[in-house]
């Protein structure tokens, strides 16, 4: 019973994650297309497209 609390919380912290890695692509300065697959990669591969995201992924861009 104790597995399945702790594989239910690690889903939840990754679905989190995964949405605010969603909310940051879409306000990032990227073109559509990329914006697109990203969000996309971050649906379909949730863990490894958050990862990815972290290490090679757009950024918000400034309000100048």
Known sequence: ???MRVQGLFG???L???VWAVINV???NESMTK???WVVAILILPLLGFLLWIII???KGSAA
Request: charged share 20%; net charge neutral; proline share 6%.
């Open 1 to 3: 019973m104790d597995g």
């Open 57 to 59: 992924g757009p950024r």
């Open 16 to 18: 989190v994650l995964d």
């Open 26 to 28: 879409v306000q990032s």
């Open 35 to 37: 914006k697109v697959i």
């Open 12 to 14: 939840l912290i990754v």
